[in-house]
């Protein structure tokens, strides 16, 4: 009776390495992008939670925003990038953008994030 080779072979242990550390790439290309998302949000509700945004002008607006994008290092995005629209005596501010990523020779990883929020007196 012949035996039967049991386990991996030179091949397929390959494959499976080669897989791991591309997928590990991904994860550590990718991920800065959704830290960044993060802080966005997080400049987002605390402009939500500030009651006076209403009452100021689109320009005063934009310097907030542009300060707080400062102190947190946001990429990607800028304040001129949010869109400001009053309703009634509310605010809405919208920002949309897409952030890509360099993965290895010429594939990219592309993304987009949406957040709103409404700012209410």
Do not use: W
């Not at 072979?9 to 960044?36: M, T």
């Not at 990607?76 to 952030?99: G, P, S």
């Amino acid at each position: 009776m012949k035996d039967q080779q049991k386990g991996f072979s030179l091949i397929i242990f390959s494959l499976v390495v080669a897989i791991i550390v591309f997928l590990g790439l991904c994860v550590v290309r990718v991920s800065p992008l959704y830290f960044n998302d993060i802080k966005i949000e997080e400049v987002m509700k605390s402009l939500q939670e500030n009651s006076e945004l209403p009452a100021m002008s689109r320009r005063d607006i934009r310097n907030l925003v542009a300060r707080r994008f400062d102190m947190n290092s946001i990429e990607h995005v800028t304040a001129e990038q949010i869109k400001i629209k009053k309703l009634d005596r509310d605010l809405l501010l919208v920002v949309d953008y897409e952030a890509r990523v360099h993965m290895f020779h010429n594939l990219y990883v592309s993304t987009i994030f949406h957040h709103e929020a409404e700012v209410s007196r």
